[in-house]
């Protein structure tokens, strides 16, 4: 690569050079980071996790001090509520006991990052085998927990900031009593986008870095039925399924390179075989990614674009938004990014864990590739469940009338027809993936 000093596996780098470069050059980092060990990346992670404990108790105890001050005793606060939870619960249980909720703690914070490990699979898969893709995923989370922390005081500093700036001016100047009030909606809540954003593309630019390491290398099979055809001419026919081997090797297989968001998104998911049949998935398909990207932006303007028909609704009927609910609404645009990309992160690395195993060469790459081109089904999912949201909303008084006479809590019946929903679009989902990978679990190119 142009402009980045090449590392090598065996050179030694020190944890904490990687930590400071990941945030501002992740290409480099990633590249330096071979060169860290797990266990050396893990006690780096380790100390990081130490140092979050400061500023969250330096920040509880400040507001717990703040609310206290100006509220008194009176106000229910989350934030005293938690100070209080914890000191009631240290003082009633033994130390051997807070020494094992300490543990469990402890735990869910590494399983969060576990977890952020689990769903870069998907999204930096490389034609490598699949231990070391598993470890180098695992390196660069780990290696990536300075820059967590780095978010989390941020964020916990730009809190405490607006929450004094809320109680200095409460009552007072009161044309800038709108913008008090919001102040969550105008500067929190775009710092905390922008902070995930920087996040985000350290994480994934960095675990797309090319490896340097040796990739298994594996003989051309039958696309149709695996069948090793290293020594099967190509005029010949595959001993196997009678197919010609020229289906398979030949130099016009997959060699299409699909153009345009709206000709490929129905192609993708309703005639998979034939689709996958045509576009190569063992190459570095810089179209999936750029498709999928399409995809998530999609499905933001969606989800704005609903909340504001629901505002417009509201103001058929009479109750007109104000200036709170159109500002509020704009951070309905976040989770109609995150969530899609964790559906289709965290569903497709399942899917390519279990054909990876399942097969003699790691299946991720692919199962990559065929994610991206059917994010186009994420988006169709996305768009119902917010007009099943939609309607819920809009009947929620006959929903109410309806649950009493079936059941006594309304928010039962919600649920089940949430669930009712859901599950039957995730297992759609799956099915669909399974299909698809399965048509190109033997593909060469």
């Given at each position: 690569m142009d402009g980045i000093r090449s590392f090598g596996a065996k050179d030694r780098v020190s944890a904490w050079w990687v930590m400071l470069v990941l945030p501002f050059?992740?290409?480099?980092?990633?590249?330096?980071?071979?060169?860290?060990?797990?266990?050396?990346?893990?006690?780096?992670?380790?100390?990081?996790?130490i140092l979050w404990v400061g500023p969250i108790i330096l920040f509880v105890s400040y507001m717990n001090y703040l609310f206290?001050?100006?509220?008194?005793?009176?106000?229910?606060?989350?934030?005293?509520?938690?100070?209080?939870s914890v000191r009631t619960l240290f003082d009633f249980i033994s130390v051997s006991r807070q020494a094992l909720?300490?543990?469990?703690?402890?735990?869910?914070?590494?399983?969060?990052?576990?977890?952020?490990?689990?769903?870069?699979?998907?999204?930096?898969?490389?034609?490598?085998?699949?231990?070391?893709?598993?470890?180098?995923?695992?390196r660069?989370?780990?290696?990536?927990?300075?820059?967590?922390?780095?978010?989390?005081?941020?964020?916990?500093?730009?809190?405490?900031?607006i929450n004094s700036v809320q109680v200095l001016f409460d009552g007072s100047w009161d044309r800038w009593l709108w913008v008090n009030r919001h102040l969550e909606s105008l500067f929190l809540y775009p710092l905390f986008a922008t902070c995930m954003g920087w996040l985000l593309w350290a994480l994934l630019t960095a675990g797309r870095v090319p490896t340097q390491t040796h990739c298994p290398i594996t003989p051309p099979m039958c696309e149709w039925c695996g069948y090793n055809l290293a020594y099967t001419p190509p005029e010949g026919m595959c001993p196997e399924c009678g197919r010609a081997a020229i289906?398979?090797?030949?130099?016009?297989?997959?060699?299409?390179?699909?153009?345009?968001?709206?000709?490929?998104?129905?192609?993708?998911?309703?005639?998979?075989d034939r689709f996958f049949r045509k576009v190569p998935i063992r190459?570095?398909?810089?179209?999936?990614?750029?498709?999928?990207?399409?995809?998530?932006?999609?499905?933001?303007?969606?989800?704005?674009?609903?909340?504001?028909?629901?505002?417009m609704n509201r103001a058929a009927s009479g109750h007109w938004p104000n200036a709170d609910s159109m500002v509020d609404s704009i951070v309905i645009c976040l989770p109609g990014f995150v969530i899609p990309m964790l559906v289709i992160g965290g569903v497709g690395s399942f899917v390519g864990l279990c054909f990876s195993w399942a097969d003699r060469r790691n299946q991720m790459s692919a199962v990559a590739h065929v994610s991206y081109w059917t994010s186009g089904y994420v988006l169709i999912w996305w768009v119902l469940a917010l007009l099943m949201v939609a309607f819920l909303?809009?009947?929620e008084r006959e929903l109410a009338d309806l649950s009493r006479m079936w059941m006594r809590n309304a928010d039962a019946l919600v649920i089940l027809l949430?669930?009712?929903?859901?599950?039957?679009?995730?297992?759609?989902?799956?099915?669909?993936?399974?299909?698809?990978?399965?048509?190109?679990?033997?593909?060469?190119?």
């Open positions: 050059r992740p290409r480099i980092a990633a590249q330096a980071a071979s060169g860290v060990s797990l266990l050396r990346a893990y006690l780096a992670h380790f100390v990081v996790l206290s001050s100006r509220w008194g005793n009176e106000s229910v606060l989350f934030t005293e509520c938690l100070a209080k909720v300490a543990g469990a703690v402890w735990g869910v914070v590494e399983l969060i990052f576990l977890l952020g490990s689990f769903l870069m699979l998907l999204w930096s898969a490389q034609p490598e085998s699949l231990g070391h893709s598993i470890r180098r995923c695992v660069i989370v780990w290696l990536g927990s300075l820059l967590v922390l780095g978010v989390i005081v941020v964020m916990l500093i730009a809190t405490a900031v289906e398979s090797l030949g130099p016009e297989v997959r060699r299409t390179s699909p153009h345009g968001y709206w000709r490929c998104f129905f192609p993708a998911i309703a005639r998979p190459s570095a398909g810089a179209e999936s990614r750029r498709f999928v990207l399409k995809t998530l932006f999609l499905t933001m303007i969606v989800t704005y674009s609903i909340s504001i028909s629901l505002l909303t809009a009947w949430l669930l009712a929903f859901h599950i039957p679009c995730f297992v759609v989902y799956v099915h669909l993936l399974d299909h698809s990978v399965r048509s190109i679990r033997y593909a060469n190119r």
